[in-house]
C-alpha cells in the first residue's frame, strides 16, 4: 500500500463525514480557532481504518501520518458514541509549524487515556508538550525545560475535555480538566512551532484516543470559553463542572482559615463590590470568640472598601467574618476565617536532618506553616497547620522544627510560623538559587523563596537555621559553597539578623567530615551574623539521624539560643562550646585546649570507650593522647612521650580502622551543649604568655613587607594566630613575605617540610 503522502489518489482513500465548506459550525468566536480537528471530519484513510491525513476544518491544514510509524486507527464510536483517532504507543501526524510562538494560547483536547504507561504526547513539538509521562496528569513542558512544566493535580478518568491556557506576559500556564481547575504554574515561553498529533519530536507517542483538537493563539475570555465548551462537552457525553459562582465581591486582601501574621502587622480586608444587588457588606474581628471590632460599608454609595487594625502577638484565636446584605434582604457569606494568628516567623533549610520526622510529637494549635516544603505547584499558596509526621513534603516542617515552634508557644505565648526549604539527601550545591529566575519553583531555593514571598513574610524573617553537610564531603571547599549560599540569603531576605548553622555529627554521606565540620566551626569567626551549634552530644543517634529524644534536646537548644540572644546576651550560656586556643605547656609538655562559651566540660555517650578516643594529633586519627581530663573550661591532654605535636582535633569521624562510625565519647558543657569539633588546629608553644622566664627564644620583631628566610628547602609555610585561626598559607617557598592584613600582635610561624614541623613566633608591629 501506498502513503497518502507519496499518492494523494489512493483509490481506497476517503473522507469521512463531511467536508468543513458544509459544515455547520455556530459563530462562537470573535477569530476562528488556528486548527481545529474533528474525527468525525475531514480524516483521509488511507484503507479501510488507517488514518493518512486529518485536515483542520478551519482552512484544511493538512496533519500527515508518518509511514515510518504505524498509523493511527479511526474508531467510529470510539468515545460515547462519537468518532475518533486511536493512537497505539507507535504513530502519529506531523502538521505544519504554526503552533503558537512567544504569545498567549488556548488548546483544547478531546482524548481518553488507555491507561497504558508510557510517555503519552497528545499534542507536542520538538520542544514544546502536552503529555502525561507514564501518569494520569497532564502537564505543559515549553522550551525543553523539564525541570519548568505545569503539571495537573486532577488526573484523567475516562473520556475527558483537556484545556490548556498559557499567558505570555505571565510566563504562565494552567490547565484544566472538564473545567476543573488542575494546575497553575510558570513556564518559559515557547519558542517552537512544529505540531504533531501523538508525538513528542517524532517520537514518545500516546496510547489512547483523541477525538478533537482545538487551538486558539490567543486566551478565550468567559463568554468565548462558555459557548466553546457548552456544545463540546454535550456533543462527546461528557460531564462538565459547574462554574465557580460569580463573587458579588472581589477582595484584593482578606485573611484565609489558618492565616498567620508576623508581629506588627495589621490584618486588612480590601476589594471592591461587583453585583449591583449588594448593598452593604459587614465585617467582624473575633479574637478567640470576643468581638474586638467590625466594620461596614455601604454599597448603594461607594462600591470600594477597605478595613485595617493592628494584631497583637500571641495565643489569640482571631476569626474575620463577613457577610453582604443583597437588595431583596437575604445575606450571603462572603468570608469565614478562622483560626488567624499573629507571631514570630522563622524559615529552616538543610538536608534530611533539617526535616527528619517525629510522628510521636503533638503540634501546638499555633504552629504554621504556608505551602508544601520543596512544594512546586505555583497555586499550593494557602496557610496550614505544621506537622513532622513524614521526612518532608506536605505541611512538615522537621522534628526539631516543629519542638521549637512548641516551646515558643508554650513557653512565650508565642505563635510562630515556620518555612523549611530542607530536602533529604541534597548537597549544599541543591541550594543554590537559579540566578536567571530566583523563585524558580523546581529548585530548592526557588520553591523556598516563592513560599517565603507569597507568604508575606519574605521581610519578616529575622532567623535562619541551616543544617546540612552529610552529603558533601571535606574535599568540596564547603567554605566556598557556603559562602555563595550566605550571600544568597542575603541578597533575599533584607532582614535577616541571625543565621544559626548546626554543625553536623560524624556518620552519613560524605568523606573526610572532620575537615568539613571544622568549615562549619569556623563560619561564626567568618560571618558576624552566624552563630553555630553542633549536633554531636545529641542522644539517639542512629548512624545518620536521631530518635525523636535527640531532635527535642536539639529544638530545646536552639530555643533557648534563641530566647537569650533575643534578649541581648549574644553570649547565651546556651551557646555551644568551641575552641579559643589550644597550646604547648613547655614546662610539662600538655597540651592545653581552652574553650569558650563554658563554665565547665563533661562527658556524654562515652559509648564504653575512655575520653581520650575523642582526640587525635597531627591529622592522624591514629595519634591518641595518652590521658585527658578537664580543668573547668579547658581540655587538658597528656601527648604520647617523644611525639612532636603540631596540631590538635576533637572528633575523628570513625571510631577506629574498622570504618564503623565514630558513636563517642563527646563532651558536652554544663546545660549540655555540645562542643563543636575541630579539626587540625596549630598547637602553639605557651613560653611567650606563660612562661615568660624559660629559654624559648623571645618572638622576632617584624614589619608589614619584612622578608623573613624560614626554609632552606621549598616549604609550606602557615602564618598562625595564638587563637588557632589560620592567617596565611604559602606553598613551596623558603622565604615568608609579612602580608599587610596582619594586625599587630604575636603570630606564631609554623614551617612544614614534608612531615616535619617547626615554629617560630613573631610580633608585628
Not at 497518502?4 to 459544515?23: E, M, W
Not at 530536602?423 to 543554590?432: A, C, K, M, N, Y
Not at 531555593?445 to 524573617?461: A, F
Not at 534563641?562 to 551557646?575: F, K
Request: hydrophobic letters at 40%; one cysteine or more; proline letters at 6%.
Amino acid at each position: 500500500m501506498q502513503s497518502f503522502a507519496s499518492n494523494p489518489r489512493i483509490s481506497c482513500s476517503l473522507l469521512f463525514a463531511l467536508f468543513a465548506s458544509f459544515l455547520s459550525t455556530p459563530a462562537i468566536y470573535a477569530q476562528q480557532p488556528l486548527v481545529h480537528l474533528r474525527a468525525d471530519s475531514l480524516a483521509v484513510l488511507a484503507d479501510s481504518v488507517h488514518v493518512a491525513e486529518w485536515q483542520s476544518i478551519t482552512d484544511h491544514k493538512r496533519f500527515v501520518a508518518d509511514t515510518a510509524f504505524v498509523m493511527p486507527t479511526l474508531v467510529p464510536t470510539g468515545m460515547n458514541g462519537r468518532p475518533t483517532l486511536h493512537f497505539a504507543n507507535d504513530g502519529y501526524l506531523a502538521g505544519p509549524s504554526v503552533f503558537p510562538v512567544g504569545k498567549d494560547y488556548t488548546l483544547y483536547v478531546v482524548m481518553r487515556w488507555d491507561k497504558k504507561s508510557a510517555s503519552n504526547n497528545l499534542v507536542s513539538g520538538t520542544s514544546h508538550a502536552l503529555y502525561m509521562g507514564n501518569t494520569p496528569y497532564p502537564r505543559v513542558l515549553h522550551n525543553g525545560n523539564f525541570t519548568d512544566v505545569c503539571v495537573s493535580n486532577v488526573p484523567c478518568n475516562g473520556p475527558t475535555i483537556v484545556r490548556v491556557e498559557y499567558d505570555e506576559s505571565e510566563h504562565r500556564a494552567r490547565i484544566a480538566l472538564n473545567n476543573v481547575e488542575g494546575g497553575d504554574a510558570p513556564v518559559p515561553s515557547n519558542v517552537d512551532s512544529t505540531f504533531y498529533i501523538g508525538s513528542y519530536a517524532k517520537g514518545n507517542f500516546f496510547w489512547g484516543d483523541i477525538a478533537e483538537v482545538i487551538l486558539f493563539d490567543r486566551l478565550l475570555d468567559s463568554t468565548e470559553r462558555i459557548a466553546l465548551e457548552l456544545p463540546l462537552h454535550a456533543r462527546y457525553d461528557i460531564p462538565r463542572a459547574a462554574d465557580p459562582p460569580r463573587p458579588v465581591v472581589r477582595f484584593t486582601q482578606v485573611p484565609s482559615p489558618l492565616h498567620f501574621y508576623p508581629e506588627g502587622d495589621s490584618i486588612k480586608v480590601s476589594g471592591a463590590v461587583t453585583d449591583d444587588a449588594v448593598r452593604r457588606v459587614d465585617f467582624t474581628l473575633d479574637s478567640s470568640g470576643v468581638r474586638v471590632d467590625e466594620w461596614s460599608a455601604d454599597a448603594t454609595s461607594e462600591k470600594s472598601f477597605s478595613f485595617a487594625r493592628l494584631l497583637y502577638a500571641g495565643l489569640h484565636d482571631y476569626a474575620v467574618k463577613g457577610v453582604a446584605e443583597l437588595a431583596d434582604g437575604s445575606q450571603r457569606e462572603l468570608v469565614n476565617a478562622t483560626s488567624i494568628v499573629c507571631g514570630l516567623a522563622i524559615t529552616i533549610e538543610g538536608q534530611s536532618n533539617s526535616m527528619y520526622a517525629d510522628p510521636t510529637l503533638q503540634p501546638s494549635p499555633y504552629a504554621r506553616t504556608f505551602g508544601s516544603n520543596f512544594g512546586q505547584l505555583a497555586s499550593d499558596t494557602t496557610f496550614k497547620g505544621s506537622i513532622a509526621t513524614s521526612h518532608g513534603g506536605g505541611a512538615n516542617v522537621g522534628a526539631w522544627g516543629l519542638g521549637l515552634q512548641n516551646h515558643f508557644a508554650q513557653e512565650l505565648q508565642l505563635p510562630t510560623c515556620v518555612i523549611n526549604g530542607g530536602v533529604s539527601g541534597t548537597r549544599i550545591e541543591l541550594h543554590f538559587p537559579d540566578e536567571a529566575m530566583r523563585m524558580k519553583l523546581s529548585t530548592i531555593y526557588g520553591s523556598w523563596l516563592y513560599r517565603l514571598t507569597k507568604s508575606g513574610l519574605r521581610d519578616n524573617i529575622r532567623w535562619l537555621f541551616w543544617y546540612q553537610g552529610e552529603s558533601n564531603s571535606g574535599g568540596d571547599g564547603y567554605a566556598a559553597l557556603f559562602d555563595k549560599l550566605y550571600k544568597a540569603w542575603q541578597q533575599d531576605l533584607p532582614n535577616l539578623e541571625h543565621i544559626v548553622v548546626v554543625q553536623i555529627r560524624p556518620g552519613c554521606g560524605g568523606t573526610a567530615h572532620a575537615l568539613l565540620r571544622d568549615d562549619q566551626r569556623r563560619f561564626q569567626d567568618l560571618y558576624p551574623n552566624v552563630i553555630v551549634h553542633t549536633a554531636c552530644g545529641l542522644p539517639g543517634h542512629d548512624g545518620c539521624h536521631f530518635a525523636p529524644d535527640g531532635y527535642r534536646e536539639l529544638a530545646q537548644q536552639l530555643f533557648h539560643l534563641y530566647r537569650d540572644v533575643e534578649a541581648g546576651n549574644i553570649n547565651s550560656d546556651w551557646r555551644a562550646p568551641t575552641i579559643a586556643t589550644a597550646k604547648l605547656d613547655v614546662t610539662d609538655g600538655t597540651v592545653h585546649v581552652q574553650t569558650r562559651y563554658a563554665k565547665t566540660l563533661r562527658v556524654v555517650l562515652a559509648n564504653g570507650q575512655p575520653l581520650r578516643n575523642a582526640f587525635f594529633f597531627n591529622a592522624d586519627e591514629g595519634l591518641k593522647p595518652d590521658s585527658v581530663w578537664f580543668v573547668g573550661q579547658t581540655i587538658v591532654m597528656r601527648p604520647p612521650a617523644g611525639l612532636t605535636i603540631s596540631t590538635v582535633s576533637y572528633t575523628p569521624d570513625k571510631t577506629d580502622a574498622t570504618g564503623a562510625i565514630y558513636e563517642g565519647p563527646f563532651i558536652v558543657d554544663e546545660l549540655g551543649n555540645g562542643l563543636i569539633t575541630f579539626y587540625n588546629i596549630p598547637v602553639i608553644p605557651s613560653s611567650v604568655e606563660d612562661h615568660a622566664t624559660s629559654s624559648s627564644p623571645p618572638p622576632q620583631v617584624v614589619h608589614h613587607g619584612d622578608h623573613l628566610h624560614l626554609a632552606d628547602q621549598p616549604a609550606t609555610i602557615q602564618v598562625v594566630a595564638l587563637n588557632g585561626a589560620v592567617c596565611t598559607t604559602t606553598s613551596s617557598t623558603t622565604e615568608l613575605v609579612i602580608p599587610p592584613h596582619l594586625s599587630p600582635g604575636l603570630y606564631a610561624i609554623l614551617i612544614w617540610e614534608g612531615v616535619n614541623v617547626s615554629r617560630r613566633l613573631i610580633a608585628v608591629q
